[in-house]
């Protein structure tokens, strides 16, 4: 099983719609947890840490799922811009030195 | 002001070849980070400095050689460039050790032909 993993995608939505992704991690001890966005041929951004109790900025929740180990992702109201590789990010084992990148989620959102 | 620079921004070498990449960060921040991009977009960790000390050094083959005269600079010299070497590489900053929020360059493309 691979430390992160996500469905890659492409998920390709109408403007509007609601999308949710999800991310499986497999160290149980993992403590840290972000979701980073990264356009076509950019860096990949921050877009929110995930908090144990779940948190919402704007259009967007991450949620924490620590006995199915898996966070998730919902973006409510898609806009276009929002179209664009959301990458999972997970600390292993506890160490706060590195991070694990899942391979992303490409979400195409269209008018 | 940018945040996290690094140069160059293209780069287009032969095989055999040796090549450096710079970074720098203007925001303070102890911990800097290397990130190989390949053509899969898997974003594997290289190399880590915190305060010019090394922190993190991944399987990385010995060709890759990191450097850091200061907490604000990363640079990143390769020898011996191979066609495998080919991807896009992530310079990154953050005010810790810690996994906190992570600061990117704008990446460096690297060609091997």
């Known amino acids: 099983r691979k430390e992160v993993e996500q469905d890659p995608g492409p998920f390709n939505v109408p403007e509007g719609a609601t999308v949710a992704f999800n991310c499986t991690y497999s160290?149980?001890?993992?403590?840290?947890f972000f979701w980073y966005r990264q356009d076509c041929r950019k860096e990949p951004k921050l877009l929110m840490s995930?908090?144990?109790?779940?948190n919402e900025d704007g259009r967007f929740t991450a949620q924490l799922n620590r006995a199915s180990q898996y966070i998730s992702l919902l973006i409510r109201d898609s806009k276009l811009s929002d179209s664009a590789t959301y990458l999972c990010?997970?600390?292993?084992?506890?160490?706060?030195?590195?991070?694990?990148w899942g391979l992303g989620t490409s979400l195409a959102v269209n008018p | 002001d940018t945040a996290v620079s690094q140069t160059p921004k293209y780069l287009v070498t032969q095989m055999g070849n040796d090549k450096s990449i710079k970074c720098e960060q203007n925001?303070?921040?102890?911990?800097m980070y290397w990130y190989k991009q390949d053509s899969k977009k898997f974003l594997k960790i290289m190399f880590s400095?915190?305060?010019?000390?090394?922190?993190i050094n991944e399987t990385v083959p010995n060709r890759f050689s990191p450097k850091s005269p200061d907490k604000a600079h990363l640079n990143l010299h390769i020898n011996s460039l191979e066609l495998g070497d080919s991807a896009v590489y992530f310079c990154?900053?953050?005010?810790?050790?810690?996994?906190?929020?992570?600061?990117f360059g704008p990446g460096t493309r690297l060609l091997v032909l």
């Open positions: 990154a900053s953050s005010p810790g050790q810690g996994a906190e929020t992570q600061y």
């Open positions: 925001l303070g921040h102890d911990t």
């Open positions: 400095y915190n305060n010019k000390e090394l922190i």
């Open positions: 160290n149980s001890a993992s403590q840290s």
């Open positions: 995930v908090y144990s109790s779940g």
């Open positions: 990010v997970v600390n292993i084992n506890g160490n706060n030195r590195k991070l694990i």
